[in-house]
């Protein structure tokens, strides 16, 4: 039996293709039990039917406070058993409810070298701020945003020719190669114990 990963996601999906096509290409031994959007429009959906996961749209009602919302998606979540919840540009923030429901089982991908850049516009602060190294981080979750225990990181150097579109680019590429090498060993490691 592979084990079972969840997938949120609230946009394009690129890093959850990168996780599909890892598995297709025999590198990463898990099975996508569902990938869930927070948006009924989120191009990652198509990813995911056209590859036959199954896929979930979980809206946020009006009126529904974050907890409400969470406990709708902890209820989804549970239904299919995951041994890792994997965040690919799922744009909500978690309560505090749904990070100790799933202590330790939830990764999220981020698009600076943190601590540095939490949030939004990362690549605008590098180059704003001159760096001369960028990249992305994979970190557990826990309620303060961006700040959980990080797991891996990839580094580019920034060129004096990068745009935010350029950045934007070449980080992606390391995201899509340190995300489903990053769930391996997670789930190697983890399966050890
Ligand atoms: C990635 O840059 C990731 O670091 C951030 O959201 C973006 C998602 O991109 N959390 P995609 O939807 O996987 O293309």
Redesign the pocket.
Known sequence: MKPKVVVL??????????IIDAIEAGQLNVEIACVISDKAD???LQRAEKHQIPTEILTKQTQETREQYDERLITLIQQYQPELIV?????RILSKYFVETFTGKII?????LLPKYPGLH?HQQVLQNGDTEHG?TIHYVTEDVDAGEIIAQAKLTVNSDDTEETL?QR??AL??QLYPATIQKYLNECRSD
Request: glycine fraction near 14%; charged fraction near 5%.
């Open positions: 996601i609230s946009g394009n999906g690129s890093n959850l293709q990168a989120a191009y990652g965040l690919a540009g799922f744009m999220n991908i981020h698009p600076s990362t992305c934007k980080v992606h995201e899509h």
